[in-house]
C-alpha cells in the first residue's frame, strides 16, 4: 500500500495559479504512471493530468494548456502547476497511481476558484 497527502490547494481569483504536492510513502517509479484527479460534490473524480515514469504527460481537454503535471521519482512527489484557473476547476484535488495502479484515496486538497 501507499499513503497520498495532497497539499497546496486554497481560494484565489479566476486567473490566479496554485501548484499543488502530492508526496507518496513509497516509491512513485515503482507506482508507475501517476494522476491528477478531481471531484466535485454529486460528480464523479475525473482524471485531468498524467505522467508516465519517463515524464511523458497527458491532459484532459478541460485543463490543456493550463495545468502542467510534473514528478520527481527520487522525492516521491508529484506536482500540478495550475494556471489561468477559472471557477469550473473549483473541486477537491487528488493525487493516485492510473489505471491498475489506484490505491486509498488520500484527503484530497480543496482549490475554490471565485472572485
Known amino acids: 500500500q501507499v499513503q497520498l497527502v495532497e497539499s497546496g490547494g486554497g481560494r484565489v481569483q479566476p486567473g490566479g495559479s496554485l501548484r499543488l504536492s502530492c508526496a507518496a510513502s513509497?516509491?512513485?517509479?515503482?507506482?508507475?504512471?501517476m494522476g491528477w484527479y478531481r471531484q466535485v460534490p454529486g460528480k464523479e473524480r475525473e482524471l485531468v493530468a498524467r505522467i508516465s515514469r519517463s515524464g511523458n504527460t497527458d491532459y484532459a481537454d478541460s485543463v490543456k494548456g493550463r495545468f502542467t503535471i510534473s514528478r520527481v521519482n527520487a522525492n516521491n512527489v508529484v506536482f500540478l502547476q495550475m494556471n489561468g484557473l477559472n471557477p469550473d476547476d473549483t473541486a477537491i484535488y487528488y493525487c493516485?497511481?492510473?489505471?491498475?495502479?489506484?490505491?486509498?484515496w488520500g484527503q484530497g486538497t480543496q482549490v475554490t476558484v471565485s472572485s
Open positions: 493516485n497511481g492510473v489505471g491498475g495502479s489506484v490505491y486509498t
Open positions: 513509497r516509491s512513485i517509479f515503482n507506482i508507475g504512471d
